[in-house]
């Protein structure tokens, strides 16, 4: 056997005779020998200059007799260029590693073969260090022992690409305090002892456009800067998809950018294009897919992508997989967890998890593909109906409404209206895409039910710009089932919305025709709504008589069906029109009335409007004490109730009354507060001497005031019709 002193140097370079346990074994090396087994540098990278500094840093960080070598594990998705970035690194460092350069391709996840056993990639590295023959132990301890020995006093740079799982590499990790260890793996392999970790993603479209003009040629590129930036989103930023184009681009010098642009524009071709030669997108991810198949472990995951692939949602959450799948709840995180971990989905944070573009063509492809059409139908029936119910209990929580569920619903999950609006919030895209997967498919009821249940909650935060196609769609699929009530109650709601965008001639023709279309569903007592909002709008638009004509309509029909909170309803929106034609007197009366009417512990918001319906009466009137009074409340009962549009309303009324109170840092806090957080900036310095025109003069609306005193906010242009203070009635 060799002295300890033997065992404890690079042996591969220094030692011409090794002395194994039997002469068969006995190798010569008749010349010092130094692997530099570096694949060639991709002449093409670009950009990755944070991951480049980090693993330069890396590798030039000690290790210690206690730790080991210092190893770094870059996982990421197939395609995202950890193999390119890694060898890139290594080729601008190779030289200080006097011992050499070892890579080995453990096949992990590549297309068509096996990924290599620790045995197998023991046999590779053992002759990398100059063994061969019978001089590699064939028992895979021995020969990770042998390994580790001729590794311990040596300075080395091992690659280990493509790594399958931690199983496969520790086994491979060299011994020496003088090695550096690179890893690239789809899996994150949390569980290797004394590894940093990077996690690679996507380029973004600066670092992916430059990598698509140095791949096609910057004059390309340059010809057409559209085309190429909409072939870098069709990318996604995955440096594969994008060599691939560049490789197409290359093989035909006759086709435009924009050409190849149309053609990956195609949802269902873009995978076919993103396929060149032995380069492949589909390929690439099949083998990740492939191999949760073969895991005991992957199975429900397995299953799950194609599954996942049926809906069209920005975001995957545990509650709405569980519906889709009809398991139970942990088993669906659980199967989602695992996707995270193979790189087929990504957090998209808590409890919340999204795909790649082009992972979820290919799940939607695997649907068509794996699922019978039995299973795609219940699949999606189930996540519809999850949705349908847990929007209507959040309506129901969120509104007083009078509108019945299109379903049986179960107890409420939302203990509060604070909880519930956090879901909608969390779920709002979710639920205008599953809206729109609903209306084109084949079951116009839970279509119908989602875009009526979205109505209500979505107006509570202001999100009015959403619904309109989505009611315009809406309408057009009740009228095809000759769902006529349904029809009739998405067409009041349509002018609802078109009022709130400012487009008042359209919200009067919509409300029009809901007056007929209650009629033909003989519904006449539900004419309420379209009346009221008819009502409004012509407040709005300073056509007050006709205003007050089309209110007295609707409360007459109210006291015919006994509809006391509609009725109150209406009388606040009365309000408005009697102190815009100068009735102060009967508006104070009202509204102080409206106020004493709301039942104690009864819904805040409704509390809340009253109040405000009662400053905007005072401000009017020159009252600016009691309108603050007024406001005050308001603010407080609207921010409880969690109606975030009419809360910020009344804040931005009171502002301009503690303004007009001469109280400028006050006014400047509550106007900075009615803007959504995203939209909030410090307020500039005020400007001393500065009035607002008093009510009824030329630029009395809140959108003038702000761009007067704070600079005009798309936030309050888009507020300024519900800013008048009238009150839309959810139902007739």
Same mark, same amino acid.
């Given at each position: ?6 065992c ?8 011409p ?6 002469p ?5 090396v008749?010349e010092?020998?130094t692997?530099?087994? $570096? ?12 991951e ?16 080991g070598?210092a190893?770094?594990?870059?996982d990421g998705?197939?395609g995202?260029?950890?193999?390119a970035?890694?060898?890139h690194v290594?080729?601008?460092v ?14 992990g ?7 290599l ?5 023991l046999?590779h ?28 006093a040596?300075d080395?740079?091992?690659i280990?690409?493509n ?21 690239t ?23 992916a456009?430059?990598?698509?003009a140095?791949l096609a040629g910057p ?22 998809a ?20 149309a053609r990956?524009?195609d ?28 895991e ?5 995951a ?7 692939g049926?809906?069209?949602l ?8 569980a519906?889709?799948t ?16 193979a790189?087929?989905?990504e ?10 573009d ?21 699949a ?12 209507w209990?959040?309506?129901t ?9 299109p ?11 604070a909880?519930?609006e ?5 779920e709002?895209?979710?639920l ?6 609903a ?7 839970t279509a119908?039910g ?7 909650p979505?107006?509570y ?6 619904l309109?196609?989505?009611?315009t ?10 769902? @006529? ?7 009041s709601f349509l002018? @609802? ?13 919509e $409300? ?5 279309? @209650? ?16 009502g409004i ?13 089309? $209110? ?37 009366a ?5 106020v ?7 819904? $805040?918001?409704?509390a809340?409007i ?9 401000r009017?009137a ?7 009074e007024s ?10 109730s969690?109606?975030r549009?009419?809360?910020a309303?009344s ?16 006014a ?10 995203a ?7 005020a400007?001393?001497g ?8 030329t630029?009395?609306?809140p959108a003038?005031?702000e761009?007067?005193?704070t ?22």
């Open positions: 056997m060799p002295s300890s002193a033997a404890t140097r690079p042996s591969w370079s220094r030692t005779v090794l002395d194994l346990t039997t068969a074994q006995q190798v010569t008749s010092p020998y692997p530099a087994e $570096l694949p060639d540098d991709t002449h093409a990278f670009t950009a990755r200059a944070t480049i500094d980090r693993l330069r840093t890396a590798l030039g960080a000690a290790g210690g007799p206690a730790r070598p190893i770094t594990v870059i998705p197939g995202i260029g950890k193999s970035l890694t060898v290594a080729h601008a190779a030289a200080r590693f006097t011992d050499g350069v070892i890579y080995l391709n453990l096949h996840s590549t297309p068509g073969l096996d990924p056993t620790p045995a197998q990639a046999r590295l053992l002759r990398s260090l100059g063994l061969d023959g019978t001089a590699i132990p064939a028992d895979p301890g021995e020969a990770a022992a042998r390994y580790r020995s001729l590794t311990a040596g080395l740079l091992v280990l690409d790594a399958r799982d931690v199983r496969q590499v520790r086994p491979l990790i060299p011994a020496g305090p003088g090695c550096r260890v690179l890893i793996s789809r899996n994150l392999l949390p569980t290797l002892d004394n590894a940093d970790h990077l996690h690679l993603g996507a380029m973004d479209a600066a670092d456009a430059a990598l698509l140095r004059d390309r590129v340059h010809a057409e800067p559209q085309a190429a930036e909409r072939i870098v989103d069709l990318c996604g930023g995955f440096p594969l994008l060599r691939i184009v560049g490789a197409r681009l290359a093989a035909r010098p006759d086709w435009s950018l924009s050409d190849l642009e990956l524009a949802a269902t071709r873009r995978l076919d294009m993103l396929e060149y030669a032995d380069l492949a997108v589909r390929a690439s991810v099949a083998v990740s897919h492939h191999h949760l198949h073969e005991p472990t992957g199975h429900d397995a299953h799950l992508l194609p599954l996942l049926l809906l069209g920005p975001t995957h959450t545990p509650a709405a997989t519906a889709l009809g398991w139970p709840h942990h088993r669906a995180e659980a199967a989602l967890e695992r996707l995270q971990d790189r087929l989905l957090s998209a944070g808590p409890d919340r998890y999204r795909f790649h082009l992972l979820g063509l290919y799940a939607r492809e695997r649907a068509q593909q794996d699922l019978q059409e039995e299973e795609r139908t219940a999606v029936r189930r996540t519809l109906h999850h949705y349908l119910s847990t929007l209990m959040a309506s929580m969120l509104s007083d409404t009078a509108l019945r569920s379903i049986e619903l179960p107890d409420n999950i939302f203990k509060d209206p909880q519930a956090r879901w909608i919030h969390g709002r895209d979710n205008l895409a599953v809206t729109r997967q209306l084109a498919g084949p079951d116009p009821a119908i989602l875009a009526i249940g979205l109505h209500w979505f107006c935060q202001g999100w009015h710009a959403q309109a196609d989505i009611h769609q809406a309408i057009e699929v009740a009228d095809r089932a000759g769902a @006529w009530e349904e029809k009739a109650q998405l067409r002018g @609802w919305v078109y009022r709130d965008l400012d487009r008042y001639d359209a919200a009067i023709a $409300l029009v025709t809901a007056l007929g279309d @209650w009629d033909r569903a003989g519904l006449p007592q539900r004419k309420v709504g379209a009346l009221n909002n008819l709008v012509h407040t709005i638009v300073g056509r007050l008589d006709e205003a007050l004509g089309y $209110l007295e309509s609707a409360l007459e029909l109210t006291d015919n069906v006994g509809r006391p909170g509609a009725a109150a309803t209406i009388r606040n929106n009365r309000v408005h029109v009697y102190y815009r034609q100068g009735r102060f007197d009967e508006a104070i009202e509204a102080r009335r409206l004493e009417l709301v039942p104690q512990g009864g819904p $805040l918001a409704e809340g009253a109040h405000g319906s009662l400053g905007d009466v005072y009017y020159g009252r600016p004490q009691e309108a603050m406001y005050t409340t308001a603010v407080r009962l609207l921010h409880e969690g109606n549009l009419k809360e309303v804040r931005w009324c009171l502002g301009t009354t503690l303004h007009d109170l001469g109280r400028h840092s006050e400047r806090q509550q106007w900075e507060q009615s803007r959504p957080p939209a909030r900036r410090p307020p500039p310095h400007t001393g500065h009035r607002h025109p008093g009510p009824g003069r630029g009395d609306t003038h005031q761009h007067a005193v600079g005009a906010a798309p936030w309050w242009a888009q507020l300024r019709p519900k800013a008048e203070g009238v009150m839309p009635l959810i139902t007739a």
